[in-house]
């Protein structure tokens, strides 16, 4: 088969015969020893080609081997003889040798081996060819193109197929892979041999692994190897091993391997249905890791992702395995370098040295360094002289050499090995910046020189600039990801900021935005480098402002100072076909390695959604942490990801996900996730948080980890602690992170319920008090831990009865035990001073002290409570007197008595004497006696216990308390002087006196004594003995003493003696003090009433921050559940994955389509839309997610309101101008329901209770108006109290509209429209009542709502009013209609004002309209459209549907005559009268109740009501379903439904009994209403025993729905309906509506004003008569009262009056302009053409250019070429306003002024919203991002976009055109034309009046109705196709507001526009219609100049009105005009 490519290229060289053998040598023996070498050279050339002829010839195996073995001697002697080779078709020879070499062994030679000849031969080949190619460029590349990987395996195709030959020439390619024969038995002897042995191999020839030279061989190899046919799995596993072993030899190998498509072949076999074995699948697994670490292309991705997910919704293992290791991507796109190796860039300018500086970036990644010699990583050459160089050392320094300096610089900067470094060079000109260069590596300066500028730039080299070494011996392997030259030195703070960007940015710093190209990692080292720099420069902090600042608003760099920009996707390189230079060269061993990592295949296939979905259906644990690592991995390096992961709300989402997997989270799934969220788990002093959403949405989800396995738990809480405490980063997680997000609170929260076990207390306490002392501030801690220590330390007064039933999962029984272990940490925390400090200036200590002591304090409360005072005593000498004056030491006496125990009595202890209480040996000393009289105080009332207690127990514990506290005393009274002092105070001494004198009475008169009652009173003697001795107590009291004494001894000793040993008066003195025990007293009574105001105070205040703090639980909760509801209802995210289009379609999901409420042109709907109840539905139940929550209920009545707040420190507590630290307003947030659904930054103004009207349904929901933006919420009301609730939960009387069916379950939505695109509205009635309101907006939509009353009607067009004038109408407003060009622009203008138009109408608007009519400036359709509007009628409102009068008669004739009278309906009766029978029943009727006083009437039924409405449309949701409503649920007698046109007319028109209904809109507009295409089960009728299915229809319809409404339209606008129609207006809405005489007369119930319903009370007979409206109908409003003027028919009664020539008509008329219209260039085609309504012009736009639709200053730029960094440019005035980098714009549309769709090489649609702010000068206008939208799997070639129709229609290289809905940014439905490139669909076109779709690919053109139907198709691959351009290169619509003749203009590649219409003409008789293209005329373009031969192809059409302008590739735009 390769002799035919044998084409010997003899033009260069005249070949003799060929020589034989015996001549050559002859030749060789007689040399002429005077000739110079070049003799020999030529000797050798005319061997080579003679050798090569003869091979051509050779034909037995033998004398091939001798011809190939000269060859090879020939070309081992002189290099020269490759190219020869080259030249005489050498290389296909040996193709054809090798195809041929293999003989068919006989049957009987099938065992042989294969002989040695063979084998001989074949190496010869292979060598030959391994020494061709080997160094040799040329050879190479034409290896690669001419012969290629296809010729090359169908040449060996023989010698690989059999299993004698398979080794040995496996092994041969191996050796032409790596050029290196001693592989060249690697493959042989492995019969028999085991796995083990071929390792041992592998492992013995490890040192022959080389670099691979020639790829093509090892796919031909694995090809071979992997074979079907092949079955040696031995060998199998050896060449997977080799390759494997090969990419791990050298990263190059790893390029081009992975360059070779391997992927979906190993994945393949490792997902294969019979498992591999053991060790093959680990190779096989280990290679495909290797490859997918580099390289995965889009397509294989999607395949892995799908077989990721079985059917049964589980993942499969394997594949979970593999994209788990794939997504950890390490690899940008790259050259890898193996030197000698260089790229040359071109330069741009005239100099090659900017005068101004320069900078030069580069990331590079180095696999060696040189061993012995520098090598150029960079230099600047102009001429012969290097100017400028920058070198790597052996040392791995760098070297500076330029002309400006004799020596080289040495810069210090260690480059490491394997890892991508970023190296920027900043040279500044002048000497007047010092250092002048300086050395960043990864973004910190390492070294700075000062050095001259280097000089001497001449004129030199095209490509003045070198990166890399091309010199010859150069040895250094390494790769380079992007390059930059710019001509300014940037500042030092710039090379930081480019490195954070990382090497996968290619752009060109042209973005505002570049910060969000940053990855959460680099954000966050970025912010962390700033936040130390501000914390250095105190003084500069502007300066860092200003720097992040700047970084905020891009870098700053013009693209004009980019001198180069190197990087594999956006260089291009020189083509050498054609000389262009382009950017740059490869010069040497340069190698591109394109890696498109697994996570943007995975953006592009369907974002951060697919992996969310993989955790999502994730079933052990092992999976889990699979997904997890996916969705981190993917979103780790990917801004594109991360950026998607936020708009989808991905982190809630993640949480949510998990909290129903918390067991299966492992530990290796939870280090995943937190290492993504920034821990470091090898070196956690690094560790910080990177992203604060996802941290804030799970790591502070506290529910989620509290239900995990134990072991999680603790790490969880341990994290804290090393984030805040032990991470070198601590004060930036502080400060920067964690400061705004309440976390305090939060555990808090979590203290409060019963999420975690008991035993995880310590570890919660632990994670508290570390965030504690993080932020230690009164907002953070201090405030939120005291409130929450106030209302939990002690049980609330009123018992069980109290309001802590709240819910049950708040945890009350431990409540107490937490908030004393909370209490312990704080005490804790302040006995460090810095904290003690802090937490005293936020709030006054004493009397916190006393809040927190309560009146009743347990004892650790109590305990708690002292050493706090003990602390503060240490650190505060003023709180001793502070506390004085609170009371605070009067309060303790009082309270601390009930909480004394031995705790206590040491706490108390340590108050008394301070800290000198530790050291044992000093005398103790009393610091603040203030303490001894509470000490008393307990003493005696823990006496009086232990004598009064009725509880034996009580008795004996309070005993035992006692004695503890005698010891105590008596110790310490023995021991400290000071204490001895404190009894001078008489106070103190008497409390201990009548303590003792109360007991000593007691035991005194107790009938019996035991044993401890015995020894208290024996240590009270004790005590009391040495007190009186002491000389500090008055005489009086030492009396006293000495009198209980007595007695008590005498209780003691009753038989010893009564007297004492001890002599009182000796005790006593003589001498009494009475006066002082006075004054004592009265002391005591004053200080008792300020006791009792401070402790009501306290407990008053107390109380308040009990209800703040339940208010505050009772919010946390209630926000807690809204949030899970809220999360829970996002199930888009998933959905969109499963549709038609999405990643994991579903096959077996028929969709089932809706009416969609976008309005067309004339409030026509005829789009469907996805019947979304239909879609997978995810929701949970929100009451689920915190356990059974129950109401909390705050009852604020019981709550005192205290005048003045009890914290002031005075002493009166008087002072009432201080604040309350503690009590904070909690708000309770009424719009919590609907706060998500606003758009970001948006208020509410205003929230009212509606009923949205859809047919007959209301659903009640809420209009709110934002500060922005205008809502309507279905299914939420407003309660009394102005909270919003679901409807569900409310009372009827909030939403019931009367008569309205109200439903609850049906399609809830929320709709939301930006205040500027409220168009109009205007006031509507509702059965009859006057309350509701239609608001129409510019996206196409309108909104039918009822209020409940007139008064708030009033007050929402009140708002609605301000709204419109406040943003003024848009400048295309109807005056405009009255202009001469766009008089020409007829229906497409008239269209797109049509919603306008129809809107606001009043009555000199009506008259305008009734003109244009008669004049024929609008159509029939049009104004009874205008007509319906202006009465009131509307598509929203089923019971005033618009009406439509049946205009046509004949439903029985095959063909339908529109010339005859006879056809139409009489229009000057309604359908009651049409025959005579019919008119004497009517009349009968009218007289009989006018005879017996009623009011008459002739039919008891109406022309149009809801129930008709829902009859016709039966076979289209929604009105399916309301129709069932209408009917009480179940469908009509089958008889009775809608099933024949000619029968329902006939019921109509004819028969007595049958009814009088008139037409809808559909009958004109929706085919779609006829079919059944839901497959509805309507019963059979009885009449016939038919299947009720699609509506029959008239013959001449030739049973298609389509033709049907085009013949009907066709009727409704000929001329007999124009001269009748205004009859049929009187009839309906004119003078003869209710007239008598004209048989008009309806149900009085029908007329407006006959029935308010408001006036019903009983709700019985409220019912049946909305019943009867519902039934009788309402007849419209009354708008003429005279008769309707007639329509003028003079002249072409299809074009307005005046215009003699229409397109349509007269297209044979047209011609084109002489001269162009406008011109771009003979090299910029045009692509499009914009209609410029004002400025009256039609401007054409150059591929990659558009300007905005009447405004033509304004445009988008984007490069769609290959080598695009996809940025898109705003353009305003020829000056940039904003630069979208990584936009990936391909083609682009504006479907308004403020809306741009983008199709992108990505795949995407992007719809984007162009704000305009003037009042910013730099940037006037600016694209915000509003829609991603994904469906396609190929580039978007070419997009449309229809605003009308609110329609976005995109075509795209896979073959299809997709159709997305414009206003809601998601899918609808594809239209295919096929597989492949011929089918990429390159045209679209959508006709703005039918909303008919056009779209065209090489191989069809096709036509589609608005629902993607297919109309005709025309097959294009017959049409002589040009190479360049496809058979149809331009497409537009003629657009008419109505056409008799519709009309579409293709442009061609030979400079043709044919005008084509489609019919049904020529469908034979009795068959369905089939619709054709028809072509009418084809118009030829003018050729400019005489000489020209080609013709110009034609890219651009546009009708405009009735003239039709085209662009040309020439650049020109032409117009052609009709005659005038």
Known sequence: MFRTLLTPLSARFSLPSPLSPRQSTEAFEEPDELDPEDFARDVLVELMRNATERLKTADSLSERIEVLTEIHKIMLQDACTKDVFREMDGFLVLMSVLSTIHPTFTKEAREEAASSELLEATRLVFVILSEALHKHNENAAY??????????????????????????????????????????????????ANYAAVDAKFQEFSTQLGLIHVPEALLVLYDAVTRSTQENALLRYMGTKLLERLTLHKHRNQCVLSSLGLERSLFERLCSPKPLVQQERKVVQKLLRRLLDHNVRTEDARLMFQRVIRKDDTLDPDVLEVLRAGMKVRWPEHFSLESPAAIRLTKTGTRALPSTGFTFLIWLWIEQVPRDKKHNVFSIVSGERTLFSLKLRPDGLLDCESTGNKEP????????????????????????????????????????????????????????????????????????????????????????????????????????????????????????????????????????????????????????????????????????????????????????????????????????????????????PHEVSRALGILTDGLRNSWQNSEDMERLQGYDILAEILRKKCQLINMTGFETLFEFLGMNFKSPDHSTIVNTTAYRAIALDFQLWSRTRQEIQLVHLEHFSTLLDSSRHKRFNVKQRMGKMGVVRKLLFVLQTDWYTPDMLPFLLDALRIVAEANFSIDDAIRPIVSYLAANLHETSNGASSPRSIMSRIDHLNAQYKAEQVFKMLVSILDNPTMFNKFTAALPLTRICLLLLGDRPSSTTATLVLRLISIALGMSTSFNRKFELVSGWNVLKLVLPYGWDSQVQDATFDVLLGRSRDKREIVPTVVCPHIVPAIFASLKMALDSSRVSEDPEVRATSTTTVEHLLEALIDIHSSSPTFREVFRSNAVTQSFIDAYKMFATSVAHAAEIDQGTVRVLEKMSHLGLSIALDNAVAVTQKQEIMDVLQAAEAVLNPRASQETSIDPSAVVGTKARRRRMASVRLSMQLGESAVKRSIIRIR?????????????LRKMILDLREHHRQVASLTEWSTVLTTERGLWAKSDLVPRWRLDETEGPYRV??????????????????NQTIGDVQELDVDARSITQIEVPPWSESYELSSTDVDDQLGEEIVDDK?????????????????????????????????????????????????????????????????????????????????????????SFSDRTFLFRDVALEIYFRDSRSLLVVFLDRKQRHEITGRLNSIITRLGGDPLTPGLLKSPFVGRLSAKVSSAFSAKVLSGFNQDELSIAQRKWQSREISNFTYLSILNQVSGRTPSDATQYPVFPWVLSDYTSSALD????????????????????????????YESLMSVG?????YGTHFSSSMIVCHFLIRLEPFTHMFKTLQGGDWDLPDRLFSDIRRAYTSASQDIRGDVRELIPEFYSCPEFLENSANLDFGVQQSSGERIHDVKLPPWAKQDPLLFITLNRKALESDYVSEHLPQWIDLIWGCKQGDPESYNVFHPLSYEGAIDLDAITDELEREATVGIIHNFGQTPRKIFSTPHPPRNMHGNSSLPLGIIYGIAEDYHLLTQTAKPMKELGSDQPVRELVLDIIGQQVVPCPDGMLCVPSRPHEAVLWDSSVSSTGALQVVVDRKISQVVESAFCSCAAFADVETLVTGSTDNMVRLWHVARNDRNREQPIALQLTNLMRGHTARVSCITASRNWALIVSGSKDGSAALWDLNRGVYIRSIWHGPGEAYEVHLTAVNESTGYIATCSRHRLWLHTINARPIASLDLTDVAPSPIYPPITSLAFLERDYSQTDLMATGGPDGTITFRTWNTDSTPEGEKARWEFVSLKTLKVKTEGRFRASTPCVTALRFVGE?????????????????D
């Not at 789009?1167 to 539905?1177: A, S, Y």
């Not at 279905?1274 to 409310?1290: C, F, Q, R, T």
């Open 1458 to 1485: 529109l010339s005859s009278h006879k056809t139409f309906r009489d229009l000057s009766l309604p359908m009651g009268a049409l025959t005579p029978a019919r008119q004497e029943a009517a009349r009968s009727r």
């Open 1100 to 1112: 008053e205040w107390r109380k308040s921050v009990i209800v703040t703090e339940k208010k505050r």
């Open 2003 to 2019: 003239s039709l302008f085209h662009g040309e590739d020439t650049g020109k735009l032409y117009g052609w005009e009709l005659p």
């Open 1231 to 1319: 719009h919590r329901r609907v706060r998500h659904e606003l758009e970001p930054g948006d208020v509410i103004d205003a929230v009212k209770t509606v009923a949205r009207i859809s047919g007959v349904d209301s659903a009640p929901g809420l209009l709110i108006f934002g500060r922005s933006h205008l809502y309507i919420l279905d299914g939420l009301v407003e309660n009394d109290d102005g909270e919003v609730i679901d409807a569900h939960d409310a009372p009827r009387k909030l939403f019931f509209v009367p008569g309205s069916i109200v439903d609850l379950n049906g399609h809830q939505r929320a709709q939301r429209w930006p205040h500027d695109q409220i168009m």
């Open 143 to 192: 290896f690669k193109t001419a012969v290629g990987h296809e010729s090359f395996a169908q040449a060996t195709l023989a010698l690989v197929s059999d299993a004698r030959t398979i080794k040995q020439t496996v092994s041969f390619l191996t050796c032409l892979a790596l050029h290196n024969f001693a592989w060249s038995r690697f493959f042989l002897h492995i019969t028999g």
């Open 1165 to 1182: 709907r005829k789009r469907l839309e996805h019947d979304e109840e239909e879609l997978p539905c995810s929701k949970v139940d929100p």
């Open 1494 to 1498: 009623e009011k008459p009437f002739h």
């Open 409 to 620: 610089a040495v810069l210090k900067a260690s480059l490491a090995k394997g890892r991508w470094t970023h190296v920027a060079l900043v040279h500044h000109p002048h000497r007047g910046s010092k250092p002048t260069i300086r050395l960043f590596v990864d973004g910190y300066m390492v070294d700075s020189v000062n050095w001259q500028y280097p000089r001497g730039d001449t004129n030199g080299t095209d490509r003045p600039y070198t990166v890399g070494d091309s010199s010859s011996d150069a040895c250094l392997n390494w790769c380079l990801a992007s390059a930059y030259l710019i001509s300014l030195p940037l500042s030092d703070e710039l090379p930081r900021f480019i490195h954070d960007l990382g090497p996968r940015y290619v752009g060109r710093f042209q973005a505002a935005d570049l910060i969000r190209f940053l990855t959460y990692e680099a954000a966050t080292a970025l912010n962390i480098h700033l936040y130390a720099r501000a914390e250095q420069s105190r003084g500069s902090a502007s300066e860092v402002k200003s720097l992040i600042n700047s970084f905020k608003n891009g870098v700053g760099l013009s693209e004009a100072n980019i001198v180069f920009a190197l990087s594999p996707a956006t260089t291009r390189f020189e083509d050498k076909s054609t000389g262009e230079l382009n950017d740059a060269t490869m010069d040497g061993d340069v190698f591109v390695a394109r890696c498109n990592g697994l996570d943007l295949a995975m953006w592009e296939i369907g974002g951060a959604a697919v992996s969310l979905r993989l955790v999502q259906l994730a079933n052990n």
